[in-house]
């Protein structure tokens, strides 16, 4: 876990970097609350942060204070270092935001197992952001966190001129496998179909579960033609597998239809008109008979 480290005094500042890297740290050292308040704003910045209360310009509190005052997406653990012990001063430093409060000289041990709660706290908060952003069922991006991904993908395109593919997937008849073998049968379908949209993807494709049993997957830098392909692909494994019912000895197949749009040389695009791209073209598979592959220049030139 990174650790960001703000001290002025040098021989506590080389101290405290010792001692955190010894433990296995990596460490981000700042001199100043400037430096501290400046790489704190950068993107993937440190989530576990020691501030010196007393720094010249910019002290602890007023970083702490600011890191308050800004909405952010992963809580930042602050432990305040300072030589005052007096009462007062620790509720004036734990009022202005700070997590825990450790007076100087410090014991290495006693920082250390601060330091090993507040790693629990962040752990325990991204572990609960991570829950909020998943399918409970299949594993897959929910479908708000999938838009979040495709917002940025999609500003990403525009910028950079880029391709990006989309395929919305409907399975055909589910609601017949829920009539026929119950609910449980058809979350086990659902997993499945999951796994099998997962195979079929890289690393940094994004797959979520856009409703009940429609799916939908991103594709950076993945143009028209290509995208058709994968999706014809994962239509043939998805035709071709199949759901066990062990306890009953049955097997459940299912097919699925495959809209299909995709950002090329056609910007600035918005996410609203890609996803009713690939939408009119998963209606069109649909009312042509299912299992099939459709995309969206189909329907322009029919």
């Known amino acids: 876990m990174r650790i960001l480290i703000a ?3 040098p021989i506590s500042r080389r101290l ?3 001692a955190l890297t010894k433990w296995g740290y990596e460490v981000v050292v700042t001199k100043n609350g400037e430096e501290a308040w400046n790489i704190l704003q950068q993107e993937n910045s440190p989530n576990l942060v020691i501030l010196d209360w007393m720094m010249p310009g ?3 509190i007023e970083v702490t204070r600011r890191l308050r005052g800004r909405q952010q997406d992963n809580y930042v653990y602050i432990i305040l270092l300072t030589a005052r012990s007096r009462p007062e001063d620790i509720i004036a430093g734990l009022d202005s935001g700070v997590d825990d ?3 100087k000289p410090f014991f290495d041990e006693e920082l250390r197992y601060r330091l090993k709660i507040g790693e629990r706290i962040i752990r325990l908060e991204q572990r609960i952001l991570n829950l909020a952003r998943i399918d409970y069922l299949t594993g897959l991006l929910n479908r708000r966190a999938f838009m979040e991904r495709l917002e940025a993908e999609v500003s990403r395109a ?3 001129r880029g391709d990006l593919g989309l395929i919305i997937i409907d399975i055909d008849f589910f609601k017949r496998v829920n009539d026929t073998y119950g609910h449980q049968a058809g979350d086990l379908v659902l997993q499945d179909f999951a796994k099998n949209l997962t195979e079929f ?3 940094y494709d994004f797959i979520g579960r856009y409703g009940g049993e429609e799916f939908i997957i991103g594709l950076p830098g993945t143009n028209l033609e290509e995208c058709g392909i994968i999706a014809e692909r994962i239509r043939q494994q998805i035709e071709t597998s199949h759901t066990s019912l062990d306890e009953e000895g049955v097997f459940i197949n ?3 239809s495959f809209g299909i749009t995709a ?3 056609a910007y600035p695009y918005t996410t609203d008109k890609l996803i009713s791209a690939a939408d009119n073209a998963l209606y069109f598979a649909k009312n042509s008979g299912r299992n099939t592959v459709k995309n969206y220049k189909e329907i322009v030139n029919k």
């Open 101 to 103: 409060y450790i007076v």
């Open 201 to 203: 993807c890289r690393g």
């Open 7 to 9: 001290e002025d005094e």
């Open 158 to 160: 525009n910028r950079t």
């Open 263 to 265: 950002m090329e040389k």
């Open 254 to 256: 299912v097919t699925a």
């Open 16 to 18: 405290l970097e010792n």
């Open 58 to 60: 910019m002290d602890g």
